[in-house]
């Protein structure tokens, strides 16, 4: 018993502790020197347009196989763990998410212009505004395309509508 005190009077009077530890908040720790040679970088975001302004965007990538094509590949990079495969929104990472993400190929999607499809894409529930940060500009209106794409696919992929006359099965 007394060496089970002596082990707690050491450590509570010798080890370290979370009351004596550095503590840095905000605006106060000095920033270290830029070592030399070196030149420092400012993070350039471009502004995100808003609905009013989304809606007159026109896409400068012509909409041909080619670019769909490649808006596949960025797909692959940026958009299909979450999305899946189909634009369904069932993709591996994104059953994770809070709500999940959405079905790009549905009517709402494709009933938007190619500026509101990008400007949901930089802004939409989840991950705002954070793909303005990873997607480089230069591939953002191919995968306005891509999603246009999977949407046209779904489309052509429904069931045609009973006739409304028709016997129930």
């Known amino acids: ?34 070592p030399p040679g070196t030149v420092p970088v400012k993070d350039v975001i471009e502004p995100i347009p808003s609905k009013e302004q989304a809606q007159k965007l026109i896409n400068p990538v012509a909409n041909t196989r080619e670019n769909i094509d490649k808006g596949k590949v960025y797909y692959g990079y940026y958009c299909v763990f979450c999305h899946g495969d189909k634009g369904d ?14 079905d790009l190929r549905t009517q709402k999607i ?22 303005q940060r990873i997607i480089p500009s230069e591939y953002r209106w191919y995968l306005v395309l891509y999603v246009r794409q999977l949407g046209i696919e779904a489309q052509a992929n429904l069931p045609a509508a009973a006739d409304i006359n028709s016997p129930p099965l």
Do not use: C, K
Not at 120 to 131: E, I, Q, R
């Open 110 to 131: 494709r009933s938007m212009t190619d500026g509101e499809i990008l400007n949901s894409m930089l802004t939409g529930t989840g991950h705002a505004p954070m793909l």
């Open 1 to 34: 018993m007394i060496g089970f005190g002596l082990t707690i009077t050491y450590l509570l009077f010798t080890g370290p502790h979370m009351y004596i530890q550095p503590n840095y908040r905000p605006f106060q720790a000095v920033m270290p020197v830029t």
């Open 89 to 102: 929104g069932f993709g591996p990472v994104g059953f994770s998410y809070v709500p999940v993400p959405s």
